[in-house]
């Protein structure tokens, strides 16, 4: 399998539909924090469209979130607001 050169991969923006997996401890708190967040970087965002799927136990959740993405800059704001709260513990 050949090397994948990361400068040949990059994104286009404005890039419609772009998913975003948000895992962590399992509740209303994680939702509500995601919600949160999303709508601070990501206006006109729609909150009914995450999915939601819990793990074996219902210790913990994966969202996934699906927004238009315009820029690094957005992108990295919210990965920062997401993986410095400690109901997140990963971010896709």
Avoid: W
């Amino acid at each position: 399998m050949a090397d994948v050169n990361p400068e040949d991969v990059k994104i286009q923006f404005p890039c419609p539909d772009y998913p975003i997996k948000v895992m962590g401890t399992a509740g209303k708190d994680l939702h509500a924090l995601v919600v949160e967040v999303f709508h601070r970087h990501a206006p006109g965002f729609d909150s009914e469209t995450i999915v939601i799927r819990d793990s074996a136990k219902g210790t913990f959740q994966s969202l996934t979130v699906t927004i238009e993405a315009t820029g690094v800059d957005q992108l990295q704001a919210i990965f920062d607001d997401l993986k410095s709260n400690k109901l997140v513990k990963m971010v896709l």
